[in-house]
């Protein structure tokens, strides 16, 4: 039992150091683990299974990735990303986009978004 107990710990801290020494114990970049699934952030990474969001405030939704196979249900949204669209959006996506392609739950910790909004609006924003 002791050695899974160490082997255990073992995995969790050096499974955590890269995110400690990347965001200094930002829990911006801690939420974006779990979006860098599907997502990128930087300007050259490609599309993964949901498009790169590099540049994404101030777009309007499903119109930077032409090659991007978005949903027809986000093309018509006309929803622009913004703090508080985002907000919504990364709280219930299929409540703010009935039909989105976007298989993701949500997040409801109000403040966990703010900080992930937070990671993504510092690190996608056009040179």
């Known amino acids: 039992m002791k050695c899974l107990s160490m082997g255990l710990l073992w995995f969790a801290a050096w499974s955590a150091a890269p995110v400690a020494l990347a965001d200094g114990g930002d829990a911006g970049a801690r939420a974006w683990l779990q979006c860098r699934a599907c997502h990128t ?3 050259a990474e ?4 949901g498009p790169n969001l590099h540049g994404i405030l101030g777009a309007r939704a499903a119109s930077r ?3 991007f196979a978005y949903s027809p249900a986000l093309k018509r949204s006309g929803v622009v990303w913004n703090e508080e669209t985002l907000d ?3 709280e219930n996506p299929e409540e703010v986009i009935p039909g ?3 298989a993701y739950a949500g997040l409801s910790d109000p403040e966990r978004r703010r900080a992930l ?3 993504i ?3 996608t924003r056009p040179e």
């Open 117 to 119: 909004i937070a990671f």
């Open 65 to 67: 990735r032409p090659d």
């Open 46 to 49: 490609p599309d993964k299974v």
């Open 41 to 43: 952030l930087g300007a």
């Open 121 to 123: 609006a510092s690190a």
């Open 100 to 102: 989105t392609r976007m």
């Open 88 to 90: 919504r959006w990364i």
